[in-house]
């Protein structure tokens, strides 16, 4: 079964598990197990990963989105338990947490477009935040159903990914789009404009977490209806 479970959210779709700001995830898909961010909060990440029965050494591709904490909890004892994982980091990736990772990892910094697997693919641009350039890579999956877009917090804008991503797939749609949309400090119209995008670029479905706000996530539910997705953490998603 080809399928994205959310280890670590800000919301909780299993009351058994632990929540917190932040994001994770795991991607089953074409016999690879892929680990997009790790939380932000360490305790309740390994709790919950143990609750959900994800064995870290089965783990074969690593992504991080970006170098902010809310993604990247417990990351020294991840990659410990990860050994034959290879690793992808956005370009730029700030040198203190380069230097967590051994030296011995397959370890890649993605600098363009780039299919890191069967399918697999990640996407990096750049964004601001605080006023400051931020490096940040979504990750691609082109599925028999459309291409599946999962982000972490969507510095670069969700629409610009989105657009980008369309671009690098001129034939196939977008079936679904995972993750942060980034609208929880956002004026309500800002939001309200990029759902009214998101419906002009034909995105099938969406399922918006942790950063997106929810003021915005209301929005999206409203305008997709049955195509909306309440997603949270032990939220599993067929794909």
């Known amino acids: 079964m080809q399928k994205i479970t959310i280890i670590f959210d800000n919301n909780k779709d299993n009351e058994n598990l632990s929540g917190g700001f932040g994001f994770s995830c795991l991607i089953e898909f074409n016999d690879k197990k892929i680990l997009f961010d790790t939380g932000g909060n360490r305790d309740a990440f390994f709790e919950n990963i143990e609750k959900l029965n994800i064995h870290l050494e089965e783990i074969t591709h690593i992504v991080f989105s970006h170098k902010h904490l809310d993604h990247l909890a417990g990351l020294d004892e991840v990659l410990e338990r990860t050994p034959n994982a290879s690793i992808f980091l956005p370009d730029f990736f700030p040198e203190n947490l380069l230097q967590k ?40 999956l082109n599925t028999s159903q459309g291409l599946v877009v999962v982000t972490g917090c969507a510095h670069p804008g969700i629409v610009k990914i989105l657009t980008t991503t369309r671009e690098n797939f001129a034939s196939k749609k977008i079936y679904l789009a995972l993750g942060g949309f980034h609208f929880y400090k956002s004026w309500f119209w800002t939001s309200l404009r990029a759902v009214k995008q998101f419906k002009k670029l034909d995105i099938e479905k969406v399922a918006p977490c942790h950063c997106t706000g929810n003021s915005a996530s209301t929005q999206f539910q409203k305008r997709y209806k049955e195509n909306f997705i309440k997603a949270g953490t032990g939220t599993i998603i067929n794909v």
Do not use: A
Request: no cysteine.
């Open 101 to 140: 990772i051994p030296q011995k990892s397959n370890t890649t910094l993605i600098k363009s477009f780039t299919e890191v697997s069967k399918d697999v693919y990640l996407l990096p641009l750049i964004g601001t935040y605080n006023s400051k350039e931020i490096h940040e890579q979504s990750l691609i």
